[in-house]
């Protein structure tokens, strides 16, 4: 069974950092592309950036480039999203999600999400 | 990039078929194959229902179907039922891999069986 489990969420203060994890298991973590995609209280969903198999791909929504850097440990089955110079509008629940084996941008497992919260 | 225009509601009797849409440009969802769906009932997360214009995944209904014609792509739920009852998100490749956006999705439609 595939399964996206994120951590590391919470309260942060304007212009902190989090660092977001998601452990997947029950599928073969190295052949796909992931993406990190948040949806912000009461809105819709965002895509927020996404990561080629072996990391030599990495995309990104203009809102977060700079502040933010997807990357992946392919031995520990495991996404990550850095989150630097963390703002209001960034508060959102932030889910961890499988890609395709091609860099097709569709989404077909999901983590159950994370919320990050951004306020003084 | 602006989320894709979606109706912001629609609405259905059990039984009946409902269409929701989703409208891009000649240089996102016109020109790619590659628009999906998802459904997101409210505090989960996203289920993929459509994937490239108008494939099924495994396991989800066949009363779900997909199309695009030029720059609007449609979601279509036929036999309403009172588990259809949730927000609906297109999604599309953004036709640009750089600026402002890889992934561009809809502003998400609410469906309401009545």
């Known amino acids: 069974e595939v399964q996206l489990v994120e951590s590391g969420g919470g309260l942060v203060q304007p212009g902190g950092s989090l660092r977001l994890s998601c452990a997947a298991s029950?599928?073969?973590?190295?052949?796909?592309?992931m993406s990190w995609v948040r949806q912000a209280p009461g809105k819709g969903l965002e895509w927020v950036a996404n990561?080629?198999?072996?990391?030599?791909?990495?995309y990104y929504v203009d809102s977060v480039k700079g502040r933010f850097t997807i990357s992946r440990d392919n031995a520990k089955n495991s996404l990550y999203l850095q989150m630097n110079n963390l703002r209001a509008e960034d508060t959102a629940v932030f889910y961890c999600?499988?890609?395709?084996?091609?860099?097709?941008?569709?989404?077909?497992?999901w983590g159950q999400g994370i919320l990050v919260t951004v306020s003084a | 990039q602006s989320a894709l225009p979606q109706p912001a509601s629609v609405s259905g009797s059990p039984g009946q078929s409902i269409t929701i849409s989703c409208t891009g440009t000649s240089s996102d969802l016109g020109s790619y194959n590659l628009v999906s769906w998802y459904q997101q009932h409210p505090g989960k997360a996203p289920k993929l229902m459509i994937y490239?214009?108008?494939k099924r995944p495994s396991g989800v209904s066949n009363r779900f179907s997909g199309s695009k014609s030029g720059n609007t792509a449609s979601l279509t739920i036929s036999g309403l039922q009172a588990e259809d009852e949730a927000d609906y998100y297109c999604?599309?490749?953004?036709?640009?891999?750089?600026?402002?956006?890889?992934?561009?999705f809809g502003g998400g439609t609410k469906l309401t069986v009545l």
């Open positions: 999604c599309s490749y953004a036709g640009s891999t750089t600026s402002p956006s890889f992934v561009v």
């Open positions: 990561i080629k198999q072996d990391g030599s791909e990495r």
């Open positions: 999600a499988r890609g395709s084996s091609s860099w097709y941008p569709q989404f077909d497992y």
């Open positions: 490239e214009v108008s």
């Open positions: 029950g599928f073969i973590f190295s052949s796909y592309w």
